[in-house]
């Protein structure tokens, strides 16, 4: 079976920052800056992302194109017990979907309440208790399933890339209607503060620097399955290094600016920025209550929010789907549909239970994704990283510093190493 390839470099890159995109940005993203205090969250992450994320995206996107296969079939050809580390990253993306797929639900149904004038009414924090884990989020949960999974059927070139290119543009249209609505509002000045002055006794805080780097690798998808997988289908005259950069700062863009949307509206109508995961569900609904126009901006928000987090779960999705195509040697259309119940039967429970629903996002994003980074970037310097240097300078339209190399084979898996172990250190 031939294996299948982006249509362009536009596709493609439009297909990555989908990704790269989702709800890691607009709830995860300021979820994490209110926790860690603002500022001095967002520091560490930007010195993390162009750092260690831009490389990050070139070392996957170059392995999969390099071995032309997925995580199962890239460490296989690397790694000693490489095709058992892929079932684990494979696995460990099944996890994220299975959580991710009851948030998304929970987005849609705040959308129709908002298209509804129904939010308007209630109070949020009622609102959300009635939603989150109750039989009513298996419901919505399994329809955004179902949705990746119309999507992820139809292929490669005229499913997972043309919807990322409606997709993609609308959410960056969205994402600054509301900034501009949000920045605007009285007292904005203090959400402003708060997101852009850092309180230095934080930033140097080894805790805020490993959540950090958990939040970049989740955000950009460098967990060494999705972004493998999407440079398997790159061509030898598609760009790898420029694409890097792109896909970078659309994601960096899409994050910064979702802080720069929330925190001005929740300082300008006196709420607290640590309200964690209600921060989206809870805190901003209050303040469209409140806003005039208030439920047309919330339905906006959460219209981009679905644009968002669908163009993440098609990347998920597709990640297994194509190990499914490759080493089962069924068809997509069939792989799309197993693999999609079967991650509705694992992400189920977390519809009803808080405690498995966290430990699917502890786990999957926190203890085993940075592993799958890390065995990416093994099996790359075990390809060779001469070899893989002249893989990356394949169609590259920007020349590529040869301290790649040393970047790629020292700094960024110790990087990656020593800050995932200070977790276990630091508590």
């Known amino acids: 079976m031939a294996r299948e390839t982006w249509g362009s470099r536009v596709g493609f890159v439009a297909a990555a920052v989908g990704s790269a995109v989702g709800l890691g940005n607009i709830w995860m993203?300021?979820?994490?800056?209110?926790?860690?205090?603002?500022?001095?969250?967002?520091?560490?992450?930007?010195?993390?992302?162009?750092?260690?994320?831009?490389?990050a995206l070139t070392v996957e996107w170059t392995l999969g194109r390099a071995t032309k296969g997925g995580p199962i079939e890239a460490f296989s050809k690397t790694l000693p017990g490489g095709k058992y580390l892929g079932i684990l990253v494979n696995v460990t993306m099944l996890m994220i979907f299975a959580f991710y797929s009851l948030v998304l639900g929970w987005i849609l149904r705040y959308f129709i309440a908002s298209l509804t004038g129904e939010l308007a009414g209630v109070n949020p924090g009622a609102f959300f208790d009635s939603i989150a884990f109750s039989k009513e989020a298996l419901l919505w949960q399994f329809i955004v399933i179902a949705i990746t999974i119309s999507i992820v059927a139809m292929g490669v070139q005229k499913g997972i890339e043309r919807a990322n290119k409606v997709m993609m543009p609308a959410l960056f249209v969205f994402l600054l209607i509301l900034t501009i609505r949000s920045v605007t509002l009285p007292n904005a000045y203090e959400g402003l503060r708060f997101y852009l002055l850092p309180d230095w006794s934080k930033v140097m805080s080894g805790k805020t620097w490993m959540i950090a780097l958990s939040q970049m690798f989740f955000s950009l998808s460098v967990l060494g399955n999705t972004m493998v997988v999407y440079g398997s289908y790159l061509k030898d005259e598609d760009d790898i290094p420029l694409s890097a950069i792109a896909t970078a700062f659309g994601d960096t863009a899409v994050a910064v600016t979702a802080g720069f949307l929330v925190f001005p509206a929740v300082f300008s109508f006196g709420l607290e920025p640590t309200a964690g995961p209600g921060l989206v569900f809870v805190t901003l609904p209050m303040v469209f209550q409140k806003m005039p126009g208030g439920m047309f901006f919330g339905a906006l928000f959460f219209l981009l929010l679905i644009f968002a987090g669908l163009s993440s779960t098609v990347s998920m999705l597709e990640?297994?789907?194509?190990?499914?195509?490759?080493?089962?040697?069924?068809?997509?259309?069939?792989?799309?549909?197993?693999?999609g119940l079967l991650t509705f039967l694992v992400g189920a429970p977390s519809a009803v239970n808080p405690s498995y629903f966290d430990w699917l996002i502890n786990i999957s994003t926190v203890y085993i994704g940075p592993l799958g980074a890390l065995i990416a970037a093994l099996a790359l310097i075990k390809l060779g990283v001469d070899k893989a240097y002249e893989e990356l300078k394949k169609g590259a339209l920007i020349d590529v510093p040869e301290l790649w190399k040393p970047w790629v084979k020292f700094l960024y898996p110790i990087v990656i190493a020593v800050i995932y172990i200070s977790q276990f250190l630091l508590g």
């Open 319 to 339: 990640v297994y789907v194509d190990s499914a195509i490759t080493k089962l040697n069924i068809s997509r259309r069939n792989a799309s549909i197993l693999l």
């Open 29 to 55: 993203f300021p979820m994490r800056v209110g926790l860690y205090g603002g500022a001095a969250f967002l520091l560490p992450y930007l010195v993390l992302l162009f750092a260690i994320g831009v490389v």
